[in-house]
C-alpha cells in the first residue's frame, strides 16, 4: 500500500541511463510512465533499490514520418499522444484507435508505448496492432545498439528478450502495403477492463483478393500471438464472409487461452473466432480504422 | 390544506402569490451539502485530524478456515513509531452482531479465523506506513483447517463447521406457510418449477470504512463512516459495558453505504480500545480490499420457486425454496434471510404462500444488508420465472403482471397491509412509454428484446433491529435567536441520498418558513434526540413525521406570537405562516408580519424557540415466527422496462432504453428522487451483468479492488434513462410520502433477464447475465434446437 524507499535518478541522456541501469544492474528498475512500476511498488510485487527515470528524455517523446524510415514513436510517448497525433490520424488512425481502447483517460495521460511494450502483460492493447503492421523497436543499451522485430520482443508473461540494460527507445513503423488495419478489443466493461481476448488485423487487398494478412491476438497466449495458419489460409483468396470466418475458426484453435476470473478459454477461443472475422472484414471495408 | 389563494395587500411590500399548494416541499431545491461536497471543503471521516492523532490498523488472517495457536507480537513493539499492539487477550470477549438472535463475531479472533479477512490483531501507531510494518512483524501461527466454501454443500454429512453452535452450518432455516399451497397446485392449470442462481455483489461505496475514535477518561466519541449512530451508540456502549450516555457518536459526511455501513466494522471497536491504552485519538480504516473482506453485501443465493397459476394466469399458489451463503459471520444477515421470501407477495396478489429458507454459514466473507435487502436477487428469479409462466401460457409478460397485479388497501397472504399502491397504473404508463404494445405486435430487430419486472419495497422496517420500545424517530427544531435560521437536530444519517435536504425541506414546510435559512446537526448523539438512522428505506417517511411534527410546533407558538404582535385573536385557525410570511386568512388588509420578526420576539419574551417531534409505527404485521421482518406503514411500488440488444455471437449487451416508472407517494424532492432511481438503475446494471465478488480455491478473494471488480463506467450506461412517477398518496405519511432508493434496485436483474429471453430466446439462469454466461445460454438453445 505505501512505496518502499528506493534512490532515484532522472538522467538527461539515454547513454547515462542505460550506464545506471548497467551499473546497478538487478537492483535498478526502468521507470517511465510509472503505471505499472508504481503499483507492483506498493502491491509489494516490485522492490528495486534504484529508480532510473526516462521522463527527461524529451527526444523519446516524439512521433514523426521519417522518409525511408516509416513512422517513429517514441517510448516515451503516451497513449494519449497516440490518440491525438495528427500523423497516426493520417497514416494509420488504427494505432490511435487501439490506444483509445486502453484502460482510463488518467492512464492514458501517464503510460508510455514503451512502458506497456516492456511490461509484456499478454493482454496489453498496443503491441497486437503494432505487430500487425510490422513493427520493430530500437533498442539501445550500455554495450550497443540494436533492432528487433516487436513480436520478437515477448518471451511470455511479464518477460521480454530485453537486457537489464536495455532500453526501447523507438518503435518504427515502417512502409507498407497493407491496405487496411484495426484493432478489436473484448473487455467486460466500456472502459477500465482489461482485453478478455483482443484481435489486431492488417490486410493487403487488391481487386477482391488478399494478397497478404496478419493477425495478432491479445489476452490468448503467454505474448501476442500471431495466427500464422490463418493467416496463410487468407494469403491469395478471394475475399467472401465465408473465408473471412473460417480464418476466424483457424484463428481461434492457433490461440492459447487460459481459464481465469474473467473469462474461461472456451469462451476465449470464442472471443478470438468472432474478432478475426469482423477485424478482418472491418479492414477490408474501411482500411486502417 | 390547500393553500391555494392569492393575497394582494394593499401598502404592503410582500405581493404573494401562492400558486402551488406547498412552497418547500415538492420542489427541486439544491442539495443542502452540495456545495461543500462538490468543492471538496466538506470532510468525512478520512479526512478528520486531531492532535496527537494516532493512526490504527486491523491485521487478517490469510486463511479461510484456521486456527490460532499463538500470537507473537514483540517485533512489531518494538518498531519505532508503533504505540499499541492488541490482540484477543487485551480487548472484552463478548460476541456482537447486529442481528440480536446471533451474535457470533469477536473483536478479535479467540480460538479461529473463520475467513479471509477475520480480524487478528490491531495496531496503533504514529502513521499508517508503520502499522503496515507492525503488521507485518506480528507473528501468527496458524493451524490451517478444512474449508467450506460452497454454500451448495455446506449442509452436507461431514463438512467442518464454521461455528460449533450452527450444526450442518445451518446458520438460520425458515419455514412459513400460507393458506394451502398444495392445494393450490393441484387446482392450478398449470404449474412450474425453476432454479435460478444470483452471486455475491459488493455495494462498495466510493468511500472507504473509516473512523476517528476518542476515549478520554470515562467518555467515548466515534466519528464514524455509518449509517446509523444510534445502532454504533448502542453497540459500542454495550460492548464496553458503557453507559449509552458516555458514548458520542459523530456523523462526518458520508460516502455511501448502501447498507454495509449499517452494522459495526469492527474499526470502532479496535479504535476505541487503541485510544484508550495510547490516551490519544486513533484514526481506523479499512483499505479498497479490506473493505471486500469485511463485506455484509449481497447474499448469493439458489432461488427454487414453483408457481401454480390458471388458464389467465392468475396466481393460485407459489413455493420458494431459497439457499442463501451467508458467509463467516450472522451480521444482518438473518434479516436478509426473512426479508428474501418476506417481500416476495407484495407485487402479485395470491393466497397461500410457502417460503424455506436457509442461510449457510461458509468461510467467506460475511453477508448482510445490501441496498433492496434480501429482495432483489429473489425478485429476479420470481420476476424471470413469471416470464417463463407467460411463454409457457401464450400470455404477454405485461398482462401477467396487470392480471396478478396488487391493488390498494390490500393484505398480503403473509400479513403486510398495503394502502397506497399504483402497481397498475405504473404498469399501464410504463406500456405507453415504452410503446410495449406496439413492439409485441410488430416484432424488434433480431438480436433485441424487451423485458418487464415489478418492484416493491418497506418504506422503514416497522420493528428496530435490536428489540426495544423506543420511538421510530424524533428530532428537534431550534429557530436561532433573531429568527434568520432554524436547526433541525436529527439523528438521521444522509449517506448522499439527500435526507439532509428533505428533512429540511419538510420541517420548512411545516413550520412555514423557509427552506434557504434552515441549517442541519444530523447524527450527533449528543446534540439530537434519537432516530434508527438510515436504512429499511426509512428517513423520508420516519425521520419526516418527526420534522413534520416538531415544524408544527414552532408554527403553533410563532402564530401565537404573531397573534399578539398583530393584535388579533389566534383564534378558529386563521393566521397562518407560509414561506416566512404570517398572515391572516380573514383579514386580509391587516398588515403581514414575519416569521423571523415573531420568532425574534418569541425568544425575547419566553427564551428559546424549540419544537420536538415523534414518530412511533403502529403494531404491524401477523403473529408467525418471523412476522417483523417485511413490516413497514407504507410500501412503495414500481415497474422498470429494458430493450436490449445481445450480440448473438459473443453474448454482449447493450441496454438501449431503459424505462422507470414509480409509485413513491408523494415526491419532496423530484431531483433527489430521479437521482435514487438513476443510482438504483446504476447498482441494478452492475449487479446484472458485471460485478461478482470472485474467490480462489482457498477462499481468497481474487478480484478485490476497483479495477478487477468491474462496476459499470458512464460509458456503461444506457444512453436512454426515461423514469417517471405516478400519482400516489400514502396515506399514513407526512405529506402522503413513501420511499423509492431500494425499491428501484428491485425490478432490474429481472427486467433485464427477461430482455435477452426475448431477444434471443435463451433462458439465462445465474447472475451475472454478463457475455459468457449469455453466450453459453444461446449455445444450449441452439443445440437444444437442433435436436
Known amino acids: ?289 | 390544506m390547500s393553500i391555494k389563494h392569492q393575497m394582494s395587500i394593499e401598502g404592503n411590500d410582500l405581493r404573494l402569490d401562492f400558486d402551488k399548494e406547498y412552497t418547500q416541499i415538492g420542489k427541486s431545491v439544491p442539495r443542502i451539502d452540495g456545495v461543500e461536497k462538490a468543492t471538496g471543503a466538506g470532510k468525512y471521516a478520512g479526512d478528520l485530524k486531531f492532535p496527537n492523532m494516532l493512526y490504527g490498523k486491523i491485521l487478517y488472517s490469510p486463511h479461510a478456515h484456521a486456527k490460532i495457536l499463538s500470537i507473537d507480537t514483540s517485533e512489531a513493539e518494538k518498531i519505532p513509531g508503533v504505540k499499541a499492539v492488541l490482540t484477543s487477550k487485551d480487548v472484552p470477549d463478548m460476541k456482537y452482531g447486529i442481528s440480536p438472535a446471533r451474535w457470533d463475531e469477536n473483536i478479535f479472533c479467540i480460538d479461529k479465523a473463520r475467513y479471509v479477512g477475520d480480524k487478528i490483531a490491531g495496531v496503533a501507531c504514529i502513521d499508517e506506513e508503520t502499522c503496515y510494518k507492525a503488521m507485518k512483524a506480528i507473528k501468527v501461527e496458524y493451524e490451517v483447517l478444512p474449508t467450506v466454501l460452497d454454500y451448495r454443500h455446506a449442509m452436507d454429512e461431514g463438512m467442518p463447521l464454521v461455528h460449533d453452535n450452527y450444526p450442518r452450518n445451518i446458520n438460520t432455516e425458515i419455514h412459513q406457510d400460507f393458506g394451502d399451497v398444495e392445494q393450490a397446485f393441484k387446482d392450478a392449470y398449470h404449474v412450474r418449477e425453476d432454479v435460478f442462481t444470483g452471486t455475491r455483489a459488493y455495494q462498495n461505496p466510493i468511500e472507504r470504512h473509516s473512523n476517528v475514535c476518542i476515549w478520554k477518561d470515562d467518555k467515548l466519541t466515534i466519528y464514524p463512516s455509518s449509517q446509523s449512530p444510534h445502532y454504533f451508540q448502542y453497540y459500542v456502549a454495550r460492548e464496553f459495558g458503557l453507559k449509552m450516555g458516555q458514548v458520542r457518536i459523530v456523523l462526518p459526511l458520508i460516502g455511501g453505504g448502501f447498507g454495509g455501513k449499517l452494522e459495526p466494522s469492527g474499526l470502532e471497536f479496535v479504535g476505541s480500545v487503541l485510544s484508550k491504552v495510547t490516551g490519544r485519538p486513533v484514526m481506523m480504516s479499512y483499505d479498497r480490499l479490506e473493505m471486500f473482506q469485511h463485506n455484509r453485501g449481497r447474499h448469493q443465493g439458489t432461488y427454487r420457486i414453483k408457481t401454480g397459476v390458471d388458464k389467465n394466469g392468475k396466481i393460485l399458489g407459489c413455493h420458494t425454496y431459497f439457499l442463501l451463503d451467508g458467509g463467516a459471520y450472522t451480521g444482518l444477515g438473518i434479516a436478509t434471510a426473512y426479508y428474501s421470501g418476506a417481500l416476495l407477495p407484495l407485487t402479485y396478489e395470491f393466497d397461500n404462500y410457502k417460503f424455506d429458507g436457509y442461510r449457510i454459514a461458509t468461510n467467506l466473507p460475511a453477508c448482510g444488508a445490501h441496498r433492496g435487502h434480501g429482495a432483489p436477487q429473489p425478485k429476479y428469479a420470481f420476476e424471470s420465472h413469471l416470464d417463463n409462466i407467460a411463454k409457457d401460457l401464450g400470455i404477454d409478460p405485461l398482462d401477467i403482471r396487470l392480471i396478478n397485479a396488487r391493488k390498494p388497501n390490500t393484505t398480503t397472504v403473509n400479513g403486510f397491509g398495503i394502502q397506497s399502491c399504483e402497481l397498475t397504473a405504473c404498469l399501464d404508463r410504463i406500456a405507453e412509454l415504452s410503446d410495449w404494445r406496439e413492439k409485441k405486435k410488430k416484432g424488434l430487430p433480431q438480436g433485441r428484446g424487451i423485458g418487464i419486472a415489478t418492484g416493491s419495497f418497506v418504506s422503514g422496517a416497522g420493528y428496530p433491529i435490536y428489540r426495544n420500545d423506543w420511538p421510530s424517530a424524533s428530532c428537534m427544531i431550534r429557530v436561532n435567536e433573531d429568527g434568520t435560521s432554524a436547526t433541525l437536530y436529527s439523528m438521521s444519517a444522509d449517506l448522499g441520498q439527500g435526507s439532509s435536504t428533505i428533512l429540511c425541506q419538510m420541517a420548512a414546510e411545516a413550520m412555514g418558513y423557509k427552506y434557504e435559512n434552515m441549517k442541519i446537526v444530523c447524527g450527533d448523539t449528543e446534540t439530537a434526540p434519537l432516530d434508527f438512522g438510515a436504512y429499511a428505506s426509512r428517513q423520508t417517511l420516519f425521520s419526516g413525521w418527526a420534522a413534520k411534527r416538531a415544524g408544527e410546533k414552532i408554527k403553533k407558538d410563532i402564530l401565537e406570537t404573531a397573534a399578539f404582535m398583530m393584535g388579533l385573536p389566534n383564534e378558529d385557525m386563521d393566521l397562518d405562516c407560509v414561506d416566512g410570511v404570517i398572515f391572516s386568512k380573514s383579514r386580509p388588509k391587516v398588515k403581514v408580519t414575519t416569521f423571523e420578526e415573531a420568532a425574534a420576539r418569541y425568544f425575547k419574551l419566553k427564551g428559546p424557540l424549540v419544537g420536538t417531534g415523534v414518530y412511533t409505527v403502529h403494531r404491524t404485521g401477523g403473529y408467525h415466527k418471523g412476522a417483523p421482518v417485511g413490516t413497514s406503514p407504507a410500501y412503495s411500488f414500481g415497474v422498470q422496462a429494458a430493450e436490449m440488444e445481445v450480440d448473438e455471437e459473443t453474448g454482449k449487451l447493450t441496454c438501449l432504453n431503459f424505462w422507470d416508472v414509480h409509485d413513491c407517494g408523494q415526491v419532496i424532492n423530484p431531483t433527489l428522487v430521479k437521482g435514487q432511481i438513476h443510482g438504483a438503475l446504476y447498482m441494478g446494471i452492475g449487479e446484472s451483468i458485471f460485478e461478482q465478488v470472485q474467490f480462489d480455491d482457498k477462499g481468497k478473494i481474487v478480484n478485490g479492488s476497483m479495477g478487477g471488480y468491474l462496476m459499470p463506467t458512464a460509458l456503461d450506461m444506457p444512453s436512454n434513462v426515461i423514469n417517471e412517477t405516478v400519482e400516489s398518496y400514502e396515506p399514513v405519511a407526512p405529506w402522503g410520502v413513501k420511499e423509492c432508493g431500494e425499491g428501484s434496485t428491485n425490478p432490474t436483474m429481472g427486467a433485464f433477464r427477461n430482455a435477452i429471453a426475448d431477444a434471443v430466446g435463451a433462458n439465462v439462469t445465474s447472475l451475472p447475465l454478463n457475455p459468457e454466461h449469455v453466450w453459453r445460454a444461446i449455445q444450449e438453445k441452439k443445440a437444444k434446437d437442433k435436436k
Open chain 1, 1 to 289: 500500500m505505501y512505496l518502499p524507499d528506493f534512490e532515484y535518478f532522472a538522467p538527461d541522456s539515454i547513454g547515462e541511463a542505460c550506464q545506471l541501469l548497467s551499473q546497478f544492474g538487478a537492483k535498478a528498475k526502468l521507470i517511465s510512465g510509472g503505471t505499472d512500476v508504481l503499483v507492483k511498488m506498493k502491491n509489494e510485487l516490485l522492490a528495486p533499490e534504484v529508480l532510473v527515470s526516462i521522463k527527461n528524455l524529451e527526444e523519446l517523446k516524439k512521433i514523426e514520418y521519417v522518409p525511408g524510415k516509416g513512422v517513429v514513436i517514441g517510448a516515451r510517448a503516451k497513449h494519449n499522444d497516440l490518440v491525438y497525433s495528427e500523423l497516426l490520424a493520417k497514416r494509420y488512425p488504427s494505432i490511435p484507435g487501439a490506444a483509445k481502447q486502453m484502460a482510463h483517460n488518467q492512464i492514458r495521460n501517464s503510460g508510455t508505448v514503451g512502458g506497456n511494450i516492456v511490461n509484456a502483460v499478454p493482454s496489453a492493447d498496443l503491441p497486437p496492432i503494432l505487430i500487425a503492421l510490422s513493427a520493430t523497436v530500437h533498442i539501445v543499451g550500455a554495450k550497443g545498439s540494436r533492432s528487433l522485430a516487436l513480436e520478437d520482443v515477448f518471451t511470455g508473461p511479464n518477460t521480454t528478450c530485453l537486457a537489464p540494460d536495455e532500453i526501447i527507445t523507438e518503435v518504427i513503423i515502417p512502409d507498407q502495403k497493407m491496405t487496411g488495419s484495426t484493432y478489436m478489443k473484448f473487455g467486460l466493461r466500456a472502459a477500465g477492463a482489461l482485453a478478455v481476448a483482443g484481435v489486431a488485423a492488417a490486410v493487403w487487398v487488391e481487386n477482391g483478393v488478399m494478397k497478404d494478412a496478419r493477425i495478432v491476438m491479445s489476452a490468448v497466449g503467454p505474448t501476442p500471438m500471431r495466427a500464422k495458419k490463418a493467416e496463410d489460409f487468407l494469403k491469395g483468396k478471394k475475399i467472401t464472409d465465408e473465408l473471412l470466418a473460417e480464418a476466424g475458426k483457424k484463428a481461434a484453435e492457433e490461440c492459447k487461452p487460459i481459464d481465469d476470473y474473467r473469462a474461461s478459454a472456451e469462451y476465449r477461443r470464442n472471443l478470438v473466432s468472432v474478432f478475426t472475422k469482423r477485424s478482418l472484414r472491418k479492414a477490408i471495408d474501411e482500411g486502417h480504422v
